[in-house]
């Protein structure tokens, strides 16, 4: 199966072409702010994989949590994709991303940590061998008090800016690479508007006065 997998949910954005006749092919792009050139990536790991986009069979899409404009424009071109071409669609944790990456450097217990602003973090917590990355726990919102009692049980703080708050932690990025291998042998595919952001806060919102009538 040809898989195109995209992850935008931190800074260092990714996009990867996975091909079992190929290999891998896979673009990793840091920009500052909002900036974004999804198609562009796209583009560049399609050539380099020697693909043409009516090739692609299956995309990953990196869930999150993480940055939510990222997240929306990754779901967003899967859904247009999903439309014109018919392709497969998987959602996939990032943070399970994260964790699966660890595994080429760690082992033990781990908690995977994202900034979820407001002064609060999303946790999960996973056990990492050689061989794969269980979960123990999953994703919950927490305040910092709860991750600085996990590090002093000795637990591995990983994530993708981690060490912003906590200096011993390890950084850890999700990958478009990653994405699609976790993709690889998945058969629970979803139609796109089933794709929704990991964003464990209710949402709400204020609505506003009517408008004053001024005589």
Not at 13 to 25: F, P
Not at 54 to 64: N, P, V
Not at 127 to 151: H, N, P
Request: hydrophobic share 40%.
């Amino acid at each position: 199966m040809k898989i195109l997998a995209l992850e935008f949910s931190s800074s260092q954005r990714s996009v990867a072409v996975l091909s079992s006749e190929e290999g891998v092919s896979e673009i990793i792009e840091t920009a500052p702010g909002n900036t974004m050139r999804p198609l562009t990536m796209v583009e560049e790991a399609l050539k380099q994989a020697g693909l043409e986009r009516e090739q692609i069979e299956c995309m990953a899409i990196g869930l999150g949590p993480g940055s939510y404009t990222g997240i929306r424009v990754a779901i967003a071109l899967a859904q247009g994709w999903q439309l014109a071409r018919g392709v497969k669609l998987l959602g996939i944790s990032s943070a399970k991303c994260i964790a699966t990456r660890a595994q080429m450097e760690l082992t033990g217990k781990c908690c995977v940590v994202i900034d979820a602003q407001r002064e609060e973090f999303y946790l999960a917590s996973y056990q990492i061998s050689t061989t794969e990355a269980c979960e123990l726990q999953s994703l919950k919102l927490v305040m910092l008090s709860e991750v600085r009692e996990r590090e002093r049980a000795g637990e591995i703080l990983i994530g993708p800016e981690v060490t912003r708050w906590f200096p011993h932690g390890r950084t850890v990025f999700p990958r478009a690479a990653m994405l699609g291998r976790l993709a690889l042998g998945r058969s629970d595919f979803v139609a796109g508007e089933n794709l929704e952001p990991l964003y464990l806060r209710e949402t709400k919102f204020v609505k506003s006065p009517p408008a004053r009538i001024v005589p």
